[in-house]
């Protein structure tokens, strides 16, 4: 008997841009979830404190019933707060983490999340929490299944719908096998004699600092925005044209953290190692392509 056999998959983050329009409820739903992980961010710290427990997520869904009817949050979207919580603290082994601020100098992007199945794409709007939201729809997400995601806000007050999603794995043709090394005159260079060209904050460089000193904060942002969004355009085109080409890619193990504490910090942050080195990772796992990191040390 014949049996398909069905292409590998693997998860994959959609971002589409939410229209403005739903700007002001997603920010009253972010104001919400910031005082739901304020609670919890107190809560934990009290009870290590005075009891010496650490409290789990399991746990502090005790704490929190009632919680979104009261705050006008999805009940998934307080749950998914504390199970946010719980993972941070974990992973940067803390007693207790940073305030979400609502407002301020210092104030926190809007972060709204849920779990899979809550939110919907129907009629072309994604359905979440009682409200229809309208987005740029550049990936056709009637094709495919919503899982985990969020609501999240940029520094210019723009919202974007963040999805995982199921897609499948559609093999590269290339065969070569490419070794990427990462510097600061140029962010990447390829065995194959491709370049990344890294100075995208030093090529406005001198614009932020007139913007900055005539206090023109929109100004500011806007540049921050600019830079940001070349850098990661030039990013995709360099590592899509890798990955169409390879079987396999190796990349040096050069970390961020560890160059910003030397003379060369602006240098090292303005390549962009790490979103470069993410980018390739998730787009080698999309094509079928080995990636791997490997040490530069002699």
Known sequence: MNQ???NPTHLRTLRLRVKDKHAAELARQARAVNYVWNYINELSERSIRERGVFLSAFDLHRYTTGASKALGLHSHTVQKTSASYVQARIQFRKRKLAWRKSGGVRRSLGWVPFNTGHARWRNGQVHFNGTAYGVWDSYGLAGFTLRSGSFSEDSR????????????TKLSAGKSVIGIDLGCKEAATASNAEKLRGRWYRDDEKALATAQRAGKKRQVKKIHARIKNRRKEDTHQFTTGLVEKSGAIFVGNVSSKAMVKTNMAKSALDAGWYSLKKTLEYKCASAGVLYQEVNEAP
Request: glycine residues 6%; aromatic residues 20%; hydrophobic residues 40%.
């Open 4 to 6: 398909s056999v069905s």
């Open 157 to 168: 007050g723009r919202w974007y719908f963040n999805v995982a999603v199921e897609t499948e």
